[in-house]
């Protein structure tokens, strides 16, 4: 499904990637773990077009989709993102946020768009909430608002940059459980995450990067529980005593 070939990422002097390389399969779920500052939301931001990348090759269904001139939004409509903050426009009411793209890029008429959307909101758990505004929202409910949102692009691949990051620890256990259901039904997804639970369950493959590399990759019950890799025993060890 994805393919990303040494990968590399400069912002000026400041070397970000350095030569990463990964594959995504269909169906698949990786989940991108490390450090903070070692390069995971960059990496996200290049497969969504997001940054132009310096040097290496993305491929999408075997399309490379890094070279210039690609049309990046279409590229966006296949590759959906979730981002830490939920970027709901405030002024429309959920089902008008989820409505809004699918009208204006596909032209889809409003009803069939609305029926599309009530099914989605029935999907993370919020189908009272289509007549809500975000402000009268949790934070939690807002970002599963967001997880529909992108799925109504018909994505072949989600991206979710940190999506539990800024809610409240209550909360992290509904947004947690619309991902391990979106997975369930055979979504190729790229997820990094802190949530080590999440990786360990829900990951098929769990990839450590710091410094702008990969340092490890393999199957969660290696990675998480047997890593071959010094720095990511370290980072394990600061996960578990913070």
């Known amino acids: 499904m994805l393919a990303l070939e040494d990968i590399h990422l400069s912002y000026g ?29 960059s ?5 969504n077009v997001l940054q132009p990348i310096t040097r290496g090759r993305i491929l999408l269904e075997g399309e490379e989709i890094s070279a210039g001139g ?17 970027h709901l426009f405030p002024h429309l009411t959920v089902l008008k946020n989820l409505t809004l793209a699918p009208r204006r890029v596909f032209r889809e008429p409003a009803a069939e768009a609305e029926v599309r959307a009530r099914e989605l909101l029935a999907r993370v758990g919020l189908s009272e909430k289509a007549g809500h505004y975000p402000d009268q929202l949790s934070g939690g409910q807002q970002q599963r608002v967001a997880i529909a949102r992108a799925l109504m692009m018909k994505p072949s691949v989600m991206l979710f940059d940190e999506v539990t990051s800024a809610l409240d620890p209550e909360l992290v256990g509904e947004v947690l459980g619309v991902m391990k259901d979106l997975a369930k039904s055979g979504m190729t997804m790229l997820v990094v995450t802190h949530e080590m639970g999440f990786a360990r369950d829900v990951g098929d493959k769990v990839v450590l990067m710091a410094e702008g590399v990969v340092v490890e990759e393999g199957p969660p019950s290696q990675v998480l529980v ?14 578990q005593h913070a």
Do not use: C, N
């Open 13 to 41: 002097e400041l070397h970000v990637l350095r030569g990463v390389s990964l594959t995504v399969r269909r169906g698949e779920v990786v989940v991108l773990i490390g450090p903070s500052g070692g390069g995971k939301s």
């Open 43 to 47: 990496l996200l931001r290049t497969v």
């Open 70 to 86: 690609v049309d990046e939004d279409t590229i966006r409509q296949r590759v959906g993102m979730v981002f830490q903050q939920y």
């Open 226 to 239: 047997d890593p071959k890799s010094e720095r990511t025993r370290q980072f394990l060890a600061r996960t």
